[in-house]
């Protein structure tokens, strides 16, 4: 197209208060540069140079895009931008006018500045004016010092001082991604990329998809749904967050342009657009991180922050788009269907990219899930020794997924969630996990419920932060905060395995065999819960002397996991029950089961149990090999060192006739004795049992006050110790303490709380004849 004008000389214009640089591509407003992206400004000169002439859509594309096949969405977004530079309104087009189907046309009478007019404007707080009245170089060369110090001044002033677009509280909703390229590698793939390079700020706060999820069911629409823009605006607004972020990939030949755009939510204006090329396929993750870096600056993060947390994308994740596509998916199926059907996709996405530390540590955290504590360790430790690979953040949840799941060295999970925290104070993430096992095997529980309150504070939709308050709330025999927790989490649509079986804990606790039975009706409406179910039924049975069908129950729960192919989670269930015939005084029994569950599996937690149930029933070489095996493969995990293995080896000195040496060997459990140990979160058993060793040793050294006070801590407990078998057990041997004090009302009354919650007891059980014939001699 004709230009319409010389431009063989500097071109110099003016129009309104604005002064356009042709040659330096400069927009200036008296005096102040206004920032524009290369295409708006090309777009811009091409409509001054054409001064109230229509310019076609068709021109002003191949004018600036020659050569480029573009949508004609890439210049209406480019003609938003002038018009926002230009402080046009929507309902005021002062310089802009749109021919409507046609094109546009600059409203303004055009000035061409003569070069003998030229006048420099600095950006300080007074105006220098140069006048040019020769051509000589120095001449020249003064004026360009004195344009270049101007313009930079200018920039930085207008950086500087420009309002941030965001502020520290704000939270964004991150759309899927428009795809207009026919890949459908892009789908969803791109959207997790850019979540992760944004997860990188302290400063931007993203909506979990898991929150999105919840409010997607609650406004009656698929879980899955595609994020659109109208939809994640409208996610945005029942949220209460402040913008969506809107991306777009396009096909430019054989390149590709990815866009980035914020929009307000309460207004629907374009607060940020950003765009950036790639020049081929395996650029585009590049890219992506560059228009987020740029993002972040734009919207009010500090280039401090920015530089300091701002990993490559390949770096913090995957240089394969492949790899990143499976990751995404799997991310969508576990929100959606759990950790059993996720843990496919993200094991192959490792298989695609070995070298994938994020994809390693969400398999580690799936086996995890599924109690597969072997598999977890293994994916998690590659994830660890990946994890330079990585995002600051990632690098967090990698370390801390490494301490706790595979060294278990909870002091230094402690310190990494604390860091973690403060370096990302808008994560939820590591507030949850320190109101979880950290602080419970440590008996922390209000802190551990603190970090739980600050967790749903970040998050009100985390399903997870919600259950450690109300779990926490048990622990510390409040019931009644406790179920109020559970309830407002259900009041907000949140439902899970874990707030069903909390409420069948709770109804245990209270007695209450009606909620008991609801619950586990409830818990066998929903999928894969036959197994946990099947077991807190079991232990329950057990814990008011019905053994038998504790046992019945307990081998449904172990052939449901075995047909599961969850070898490590049978394990653990047969573990339990070898601990109940064993505390019950059924030797062989124990013996045959503790052997089962260590041919099921050699996860630390089953050695425990197996381990604990053969010192109990009078075994010493094996439980030895299992102590020493524990003690040389987990040296660092806090709840092997505090609580299991002073347990079993006191236990085994009772063995041996030496209390002494059993309650020295328990000195170290003290500060730990009453927290909650992994396996009582994950299998019941194993709460307070150092203190009840403690308890034993005291007895067979004769030393009736100390005993008492052992087992009366298990009592006041009840929250900790739940159902298992020495929460009933030490009303007995209390009766036992108080009788070897001469204490005979209080050891009568202990004898019949322990023969009331028997009442109706298999008749058969050794402790049962044991406890009604040393009752019998008190009369």
């Not at 995990?637 to 002494?660: H, K």
């Not at 927290?675 to 009736?704: C, D, Q």
Request: with cysteine; aromatic share 8%; charged share 25%.
């Amino acid at each position: 197209m004709s230009s319409g004008a010389n431009h063989g000389g500097k071109e110099l214009y003016e129009f309104g208060p604005f002064r356009v640089d042709a040659e330096k591509e400069i927009l200036l407003r008296a005096g102040e540069p206004v920032p524009l992206t290369p295409k708006t400004f090309q777009i811009l000169l091409v409509l001054v140079r054409h001064s109230k002439e229509l310019v076609t859509k068709d021109d002003l594309m191949q004018t600036v895009w020659p050569d480029t096949f573009v949508e004609e969405a890439n210049l209406s977004r480019n003609i938003f931008m002038l018009r926002k530079a230009l402080g046009e309104s929507p309902q005021d087009h002062r310089y802009i006018v749109t021919v409507p189907g046609r094109g546009y046309r600059l409203a303004e009478n055009v000035h061409l500045v003569a070069e003998h007019e030229l006048t420099i404007v600095a950006a300080s707080h007074s105006k220098v004016q140069v006048q040019i009245e020769q051509t000589k170089p120095w001449g020249w060369i003064s004026v360009a010092v004195i344009l270049l110090l101007a313009v930079t001044a200018g920039t930085l002033r207008f950086f500087l001082h420009r309002p941030p677009v965001l502020s520290e509280k704000d939270t964004v909703v991150l759309a899927d991604f428009a795809n207009s390229t026919g890949d459908a590698v892009f789908d969803g793939t791109l959207r997790q990329g850019m979540a992760v390079e944004l997860e990188q700020s302290p400063f931007l706060s993203l909506i979990s998809d898991g929150r999105i999820q919840h409010t997607l069911r609650l406004m009656g629409r698929s879980a899955d749904a595609r994020l659109t823009p109208e939809l994640a605006r409208e996610i945005c607004e029942r949220t209460g967050s402040a913008a969506v972020l809107e991306g777009s990939i396009a096909s430019l030949g054989s390149q590709y342009v990815l866009g980035l755009r914020a929009k307000s939510c309460g207004t629907g204006e374009t607060l940020d657009d950003e765009q950036v090329q790639a020049a081929r396929k395996e650029d585009v993750l590049n890219a992506l991180g560059q228009i987020a870096s740029k993002f972040r600056t734009r919207v009010g993060e500090s280039l401090t922050t920015v530089k300091e947390h701002d990993a490559p994308l390949a770096e913090a994740t995957t240089p394969s788009l492949e790899a990143l596509e499976a990751y995404s998916a799997a991310w969508k199926v576990h929100l959606s269907s759990g950790a059993a059907a996720a843990l496919p996709l993200f094991r192959r996405a490792t298989e695609i990219d070995p070298k994938f530390a994020m994809a390693h540590a969400f398999l580690g955290r799936m086996y995890a899930d599924m109690d597969e504590s072997d598999l977890s360790a293994e994916s998690t430790t590659r994830a660890w020794q990946l994890r330079d690979r990585t995002s600051d953040r990632e690098k967090f949840f990698i370390t801390a997924g490494y301490e706790m799941l595979v060294t278990g060295n909870l002091e230094e999970a402690l310190q990494t969630c604390e860091a973690w925290a403060r370096t990302y104070p808008r994560e939820a993430l590591p507030h949850s996990m320190l109101s979880g096992y950290i602080n419970k095997a440590a008996g922390q529980f209000e802190k551990a419920a603190a970090e739980a309150r600050k967790t749903i504070e970040l998050d009100p939709d985390f399903a997870i932060g919600h259950f450690n308050l109300a779990v926490n709330n048990v622990y510390l025999d409040r019931l009644g905060e406790a179920e109020n927790a559970v309830r407002r989490a259900e009041g907000r649509g949140l439902e899970t395995d874990e707030f069903v079986g909390l409420d069948y804990d709770i109804a245990f606790l209270r007695d209450d065999h009606a909620g008991m039975e609801r619950e586990a009706a409830r818990a066998r409406g929903r999928s894969g819960a036959e197994g946990w179910i099947s077991n807190k039924e079991a232990f329950a049975l057990a814990y008011s002397g019905h053994l038998q069908q504790a046992t019945s129950m307990s081998r449904r729960a172990v052939d449901h996991s075995q047909q599961a192919a969850q070898r490590e989670r049978a394990g653990l269930w047969e573990a339990g029950a070898a601990l109940r015939e064993a505390f019950f005084g059924n030797g062989s029994e124990a013996r045959k089961m503790a052997v089962a569950a260590l041919e099921l599996s050699k996860d630390r937690e089953v050695e425990y149990g197996a381990g604990f149930a053969l010192a109990l029933a009078g075994d010493d070489s094996q439980p030895q090999v299992l102590a020493d095996d524990l003690e040389k493969r987990f040296p660092e995990d806090t709840s092997i060192r505090f609580s299991y293995l002073p347990a079993l080896r006191a236990r085994l000195a009772l063995n041996r006739g030496d209390a002494a040496k059993a309650i020295e060997m328990l000195q170290v459990a003290v500060a730990h004795e009453l927290g909650a140990p992994r396996t009582s979160i994950s299998a019941i058993f194993g709460a307070l049992y150092p203190v009840y060793v403690r308890g034993e040793a005291y007895l067979a050294a004769h030393r009736g006050p100390e005993a008492a006070a052992e087992f009366q801590k298990i009592l006041d407990h009840r929250g900790i110790v739940d159902s298992d078998p020495v929460g009933a057990l030490a009303h007995w041997r209390l009766g036992r303490a108080y009788a070897l004090q001469g204490d005979t009302a209080k050891a009568k009354a202990a004898y019949q709380d322990f023969l009331a919650l028997w009442k109706d007891a298999d008749p058969d059980v050794p402790i049962l004849i044991a406890a009604k014939t040393e009752y019998a001699r008190l009369q």
